[in-house]
C-alpha cells in the first residue's frame, strides 16, 4: 500500500519564482492537509481540505499561497512571487476520516524549497 | 490560544538508559494528545496518542500518559536503543482537524 507521497522532493526558485508542490495522499483518504515546517521547528497548519473542499485556510502566511484540489485527490499548493522567507519543507498529509478528532495523519516526505 | 511547549534538545542518552522528554500543552477543555517521530531521513509517524485525561498511549516500548491536572504528556521509554535516535514532536488537536506542533526534540542514542 502506497502512502503518501508528495513532488518534487527539493526544490530551488529563484527569488520572485512562481512554485508548485503536488501532494498525492492515500488512496480514499477524505481529509487532505498542508504543513509548512521551518528549519528546527515544527510543522505549521497550513491549510485544509475535505475532498474538494478547502475548509480552512487561515495558516495559509499571504495571498501569495493558493492550494486546490479539485477532484478531491491530488493537491497542489502554489507559492507565487517566492521570497527567501518561504524557504521551508512543506509536509502534506492525509487521513481517512472527514473530521478531526484523533484521527491519524500520514504525512508524505516532503518537498524541501530553498529560495535564493 | 492553544500551544504546546517541549523540551529543547538534542538529549544524547547511551543505549539501555530511561528516557523522559517532557511536554507540557496549553488548551481549553480536553485535546487529543500525540506524539510524533521523524526518523532520519523519513516522513512524520504517530508513535501515539491519547484523547481523554488519565488515558496512556504506548507503542514500541514508549508512552506518555495524558495528565489533565498538569496539562502534560510526557513521553517515556524505559531502555531506549540506536534506533530511537530521531526527532520527536509532542503535539496537540481541539475541535477538529488542524494539529498544533511542538518545535521538536532531537534524540541521539550512543551504542
Known amino acids: 500500500g502506497a502512502g503518501v507521497s508528495q513532488s518534487p522532493r527539493y526544490k530551488v526558485a529563484k527569488r520572485g519564482q512562481d512554485v508548485a508542490l503536488r501532494c498525492d495522499p492515500i488512496s480514499g483518504h477524505v481529509s487532505l492537509f498542508w504543513y509548512q515546517q521551518a528549519l528546527g521547528q515544527g510543522p505549521e497548519f497550513l491549510t485544509y481540505?475535505?475532498?474538494?473542499?478547502?475548509?480552512?485556510k487561515s495558516g495559509l502566511p499571504s495571498d501569495r499561497f493558493f492550494a486546490e484540489r479539485p477532484e478531491g485527490s491530488v493537491s497542489t499548493l502554489k507559492i507565487q512571487r517566492t521570497q527567501q522567507e518561504d524557504s521551508a519543507v512543506y509536509l502534506c498529509?492525509?487521513?481517512?476520516?472527514?473530521?478531526?478528532?484523533?484521527?491519524?495523519?500520514?504525512f508524505g516526505p516532503g518537498t524541501r524549497l530553498t529560495v535564493l | 490560544g492553544n500551544s504546546v511547549t517541549q523540551m529543547e534538545g538534542p538529549v544524547t542518552l547511551s543505549e539501555e538508559a530511561f528516557l523522559t522528554i517532557n511536554c507540557t500543552y496549553t488548551?481549553?477543555?480536553?485535546?487529543?494528545l500525540f506524539w510524533y517521530v521523524q526518523y532520519p531521513g523519513e516522513g512524520l509517524q504517530l508513535l501515539l496518542k491519547?484523547?481523554?485525561?488519565?488515558d496512556k498511549g504506548s507503542n514500541k516500548g514508549f508512552e506518555a500518559t495524558y495528565r489533565k491536572e498538569t496539562t502534560s504528556f510526557h513521553l517515556e521509554k524505559g531502555s531506549v536503543q540506536v534506533s530511537d535516535s530521531a526527532v520527536y514532536f509532542c503535539?496537540?488537536?481541539?475541535?477538529?482537524?488542524?494539529?498544533?506542533f511542538g518545535a521538536g526534540t532531537r534524540l541521539f542514542v550512543k551504542a
Open positions: 481540505f475535505q475532498n474538494e473542499a478547502q475548509l480552512d
Open positions: 491519547a484523547t481523554k485525561a488519565d
Open positions: 498529509a492525509s487521513s481517512l476520516a472527514a473530521s478531526g478528532g484523533a484521527d491519524t495523519q500520514y
Open positions: 503535539a496537540l488537536r481541539k475541535g477538529g482537524f488542524k494539529t498544533i
Open positions: 488548551a481549553t477543555g480536553y485535546p487529543s
